[in-house]
Nanobody
Framework: QVQLVESGGGLVQPGGSLRLSCAASGSRFRLYVMAWYRQAPGKQRELVATISSGGSTDYAGSVKGRFTISRDNTKNTAYLQMNSPKPEDTAVYYC??????????WGQGTQVTVLS
């Protein structure tokens, strides 16, 4: 099945930046709808951003204007660029792929902690 491996999480200060990466397996990555979710302690998992196979994007209102989702189909990788992170952005961030009829696949998650 599709394997997703996140990287790039860690500690970041407000006003700093962080880029998360999600490396995906498979030969048809260009067809996947990719997304980033996050889950903070005590909260349900929420959708942060999506990017379609055609490159169109959508964002949660809480991150719009600060985060950017992108993809490089030559590298089978999706990214989440986090600019001006806030303490409330602290969460485990999960990469997600919608792989047509094969359904949904999740990465293991990467911790992002925004210091104050």
């Amino acid at each position: 099945q599709v394997q997703l491996v996140e990287s790039g999480g860690g500690l970041v200060q407000p006003g700093g930046s962080l880029r998360l990466s999600c490396a995906a397996s498979g030969s048809r990555f260009r067809l996947y709808v990719m997304a980033w979710y996050r889950q903070a302690p005590g909260k349900q998992r929420e959708l942060v951003a999506t990017i379609s196979s055609g490159g169109s994007t959508d964002y949660a209102g809480s991150v719009k204007g600060r985060f950017t989702i992108s993809r490089d189909n030559t590298k089978n990788t999706a990214y989440l660029q986090m600019n001006s992170p806030k303490p409330e952005d602290t969460a485990v961030y999960y990469c997600h792929a919608r792989v047509g009829r094969r359904g949904d696949f999740w990465g293991q998650g990467t911790q992002v902690t925004v210091l104050s």
